[in-house]
């Protein structure tokens, strides 16, 4: 994770959630009075965010201590303890949604992006995420993925090309498109891998054709189709799957041999997994 970053999402969500103050624990709670919390699990999955959770709470008020019981990745249950947390009481009050709403978020992606992998375990293929995520909040959810036994696919528009169906088409065609994109990448000096979708067996064969790329992303295209493409691209390229891939069809896509499976739910449908912080009386 790039910490300058996370510092900044952490300073724009204080700045979102405290404006001119938390006028409520400011009203009832001493500033001098000290206390202790812990994180409580109220749910089965994999616990994610708590690297992160421990940069909230020092960006909160850098004196709070922080102990944590558990790792980033470590499968949880109803009950266990992940962390102990003590300092100013104003303080934790301050940092306490922010940090559940973090932790939850991540563990949630977390827990769904093991259950995908779990699946995929007796085959090469491996899943992916998407850009498909919430606005702002993209660096965390996709090192949930990662955390959870994903791999990220690009963090944005900015780490890789990717010829999707609208590019091709306003380029004029697939070879435009892939000529431009080299052209951009000789003229600009930039080392960026080259991914271009392909909506049917005939586009499949019309840019094995041309070459001149990395990846070539399936989409939309059946089991059958999909074995039939990858015999084709096999040893050439890279070969990805993409486009309603649920879970109960997963392991019949990773059957035909394709490098990688991309799942945009693992980050736009995912259930956040209960937590809770509580006060240590």
């Avoid at 850009?131 to 890789?160: C, Q, S, W």
């Amino acid at each position: 994770m790039i910490r300058e970053v996370i510092n900044k999402l952490i300073a724009r969500a204080f700045e979102e959630d405290i404006g001119d103050g938390d006028h409520t624990s400011l009203s009832c709670i001493p500033p001098a009075s000290e206390g202790k919390a812990e994180l409580l699990v109220k749910d089965n999955g994999i616990i994610a965010g708590l690297e992160v959770a421990e940069m909230v709470f020092k960006y909160a008020d850098p004196g709070l201590s922080v102990n944590c019981f558990l790792r980033d990745g470590d499968r949880v249950k109803k009950g266990d303890i992940a962390f102990e947390v003590q300092g100013k009481q104003q303080s934790l009050l301050r940092a306490e949604r922010l940090v559940l709403n973090i932790l939850q978020r991540m563990s949630g992606i977390a827990t769904e992006t093991r259950r995908y992998a779990d699946e995929l375990k007796d085959f090469k293929t491996r899943v992916l995420d998407t850009r498909k995520t919430t606005p702002g909040f993209r660096i965390l959810e996709k090192e949930a993925v990662r955390i959870g036994g994903g791999v990220n696919h690009r963090m944005g528009l900015y780490d890789m090309i990717m010829l999707k169906d609208n590019h091709i088409d306003f380029a004029g065609g697939i070879k435009e498109a892939i000529s431009r994109a080299r052209s951009y990448l000789a003229k600009t000096g930039k080392d960026l891998k080259i991914e271009i979708e392909a909506r049917s067996m005939e586009e499949v064969r019309e840019i094995l054709s041309i070459g001149g790329v990395d990846r070539i992303m399936l989409d939309n295209f059946t089991p059958s189709q999909t074995l039939e493409a990858v015999n084709l691209i096999r040893g050439r390229f890279e070969t990805e799957s993409s486009g309603g891939i649920t879970f109960d069809t997963l392991r019949e896509y990773a059957a035909c041999g394709v490098d990688f499976i991309s799942v945009g739910a693992l980050t736009h449908q995912v259930k956040s997994l209960d937590l809770s912080l509580k006060a240590v009386k």
